[in-house]
Nanobody, 121 residues
């Protein structure tokens, strides 16, 4: 079974930066697709970044493009989300997700517990 543990969240002022980490363990084939989502109460969970551990895709969503960067470590067991130039609208619970890669298709089905990001004015 895939296990995901997020860390790195916290409270920062507008314009600050955070680096979120997601340490993954378990079957490698079950986590060839890694992603970051965020969610605030009353709103749908929003994908903000996705990558394939084997390469071919590493992208962030339009809402955070230019400010957030998704990447992985050399061992491909840890996925990072670098959050720069944070604004209060970025405040949310951030979740790491993982799933199998079928060609260019990914459907994350494993989730971490989340790490809170709070951005103050």
């Amino acid at each position: 079974q895939v296990h995901l543990v997020e860390s790195g969240g916290g409270s920062v002022q507008s314009g600050g930066s955070l680096r979120l980490s997601c340490v993954a363990s378990g079957d490698t084939n079950s986590r060839r697709c890694m992603a970051w989502f965020r969610q605030v109460p009353g709103k749908e969970r929003e994908a903000v970044g996705i990558l394939y551990t084997g390469g071919g895709l590493s992208e962030t969503s339009a809402s955070v493009k230019g400010r957030f960067t998704i990447s992985q470590d050399n061992d491909k067991n840890t996925v990072f989300l670098q959050l720069n130039r944070l604004i209060p609208e970025d405040t949310a619970m951030y979740y790491c997700a993982a799933g199998r890669q079928y060609g260019d298709t990914c459907l994350p089905n494993h989730w971490g517990q989340g790490t809170q990001v709070t951005v103050s004015s």
